[in-house]
């Protein structure tokens, strides 16, 4: 579906941007935040002394605190900024919604219908909004209840039992982050799906996920393994695109094709670039139709782990 319907991969685009919000993205943003709260703190510090924390003021702070020029700049800066995050939220929500209602179409219908998905998604995009706004709140709080110990060890920097409360933490953290990401998950198919208000979803998301999480950490653990997989394989077609021009160029060079040779790591560069994001892009719509079709399975088939039953079928043959 995801081959078949390449118009959807502008959907894919924008939805790359906060998909991740409602899977991977939170943990991802989890570890990366653990893993930099005493630097945080040193720069909050650093501010409070009347240095900024944001390098991208660093070396102008005093103007920006002393000309009324300076804070109007850096208003309008962030102003634009912000302006620009919100349109660019609005449009990678939107295009989640519209990726899920496709899914939705294909498995009542059995037709591909983006251009109805794109009707259908206006009438959930409000409900879904509140959803990743909510999941963003939690992931933040979450981050933060969780960088209070590890400040606190990293500032109190003594013996290992350090080091074994901060891996506690941290798989304790990685359990939480990975039931908010499957949570939100599920809220929104809920939403999409079964046009459920957020409420309901909420609660809706909570039961599919304590009755299915093992199938729902398989098909998690599954979706890693294939994102691994498109990524070794886009860093091969890049090469094998990338190693004929480098060797072109480097004839040139021997040639003293100098004006032509120039170009050539700026086509490299672009070309790489349009694939990362073409398969980027192509793999979110995908990851999303997966998930969504497994939602619709799951309370028709009510599936059991292969793993489980894997391990329940070795251990009555033993």
């Given at each position: 579906?995801?081959?078949?319907?390449?118009?959807?991969?502008?959907?894919?685009?924008?939805?790359?941007?906060l998909s991740g919000v409602l899977g991977f993205q939170v943990i991802v943003q989890g570890i990366t935040g653990l893993a930099q709260p005493t630097f945080w703190w040193a720069r909050w510090k650093?501010?409070?002394?009347?240095?900024?924390?944001?390098?991208?003021?660093?070396?102008?702070w005093n103007i920006l605190t002393t000309d009324t020029t300076g804070w109007l700049v850096m208003f309008l800066v962030w102003a634009a900024i912000l302006i620009g995050l919100l349109v660019l939220a609005i449009l990678s929500i939107y295009s989640i919604t519209?990726?899920?209602?496709?899914?939705?179409?294909?498995?009542?219908?059995?037709?591909?219908?983006?251009?109805?998905?794109?009707?259908?998604?206006?009438?959930?995009?409000?409900?879904?909004?509140?959803?990743?706004?909510?999941?963003?709140i939690a992931s933040s709080v979450l981050v933060i209840l969780f960088s209070i110990p590890v400040i606190w060890l990293g500032v109190n920097n003594?013996?290992?039992?350090?080091?074994?409360?901060?891996?506690?933490?941290?798989?304790?953290?990685?359990?939480?982050?990975?039931?908010?990401?499957?949570?939100?998950?599920?809220?929104v198919m809920h939403i999409v799906v079964e046009d459920y208000t957020l409420s309901a979803a909420v609660v809706g998301a909570w039961n599919i996920f304590?009755?299915?999480?093992?199938?729902?950490?398989?098909?998690?653990?599954?979706?890693?393994?294939?994102?691994?997989?498109v990524a070794i394989l886009t860093?091969?077609?890049?090469?094998?695109f990338a190693i004929p021009i480098i060797i072109i160029g480097l004839?040139?060079?021997?040639?003293?094709?100098?004006?032509?040779?120039?170009?050539?790591?700026?086509?490299?560069?672009?070309?790489?670039?349009?694939?990362?994001?073409?398969?980027?892009?192509?793999?979110?719509?995908?990851?999303?139709?997966?998930?969504?079709?497994?939602?619709?399975?799951?309370e028709k088939i009510r599936p059991h782990s292969r793993f489980v039953e894997f391990i329940e079928m070795q251990i009555l043959s033993s």
């Amino acid at each position: 579906m995801t081959w078949k319907n390449k118009l959807s991969w502008l959907a894919g685009l924008f939805a790359l941007f906060l998909s991740g919000v409602l899977g991977f993205q939170v943990i991802v943003q989890g570890i990366t935040g653990l893993a930099q709260p005493t630097f945080w703190w040193a720069r909050w510090k650093a501010w409070a002394s009347g240095m900024s924390p944001i390098d991208f003021f660093s070396g102008q702070w005093n103007i920006l605190t002393t000309d009324t020029t300076g804070w109007l700049v850096m208003f309008l800066v962030w102003a634009a900024i912000l302006i620009g995050l919100l349109v660019l939220a609005i449009l990678s929500i939107y295009s989640i919604t519209v990726i899920i209602s496709a899914a939705k179409i294909k498995f009542v219908s059995k037709r591909d219908d983006f251009l109805l998905a794109l009707r259908e998604a206006f009438f959930h995009f409000k409900s879904v909004f509140w959803a990743v706004v909510l999941t963003q709140i939690a992931s933040s709080v979450l981050v933060i209840l969780f960088s209070i110990p590890v400040i606190w060890l990293g500032v109190n920097n003594t013996s290992i039992l350090k080091l074994i409360l901060l891996l506690l933490f941290f798989f304790v953290f990685l359990a939480v982050a990975y039931s908010i990401a499957m949570i939100a998950l599920y809220t929104v198919m809920h939403i999409v799906v079964e046009d459920y208000t957020l409420s309901a979803a909420v609660v809706g998301a909570w039961n599919i996920f304590k009755q299915y999480w093992f199938i729902t950490l398989e098909m998690f653990v599954i979706q890693l393994v294939i994102a691994a997989a498109v990524a070794i394989l886009t860093v091969i077609v890049v090469g094998l695109f990338a190693i004929p021009i480098i060797i072109i160029g480097l004839i040139m060079v021997s040639n003293q094709m100098y004006d032509i040779s120039a170009f050539l790591p700026k086509l490299v560069l672009y070309l790489s670039i349009f694939i990362m994001v073409a398969v980027a892009s192509a793999y979110t719509v995908f990851q999303l139709l997966s998930w969504s079709f497994m939602f619709m399975n799951i309370e028709k088939i009510r599936p059991h782990s292969r793993f489980v039953e894997f391990i329940e079928m070795q251990i009555l043959s033993s």
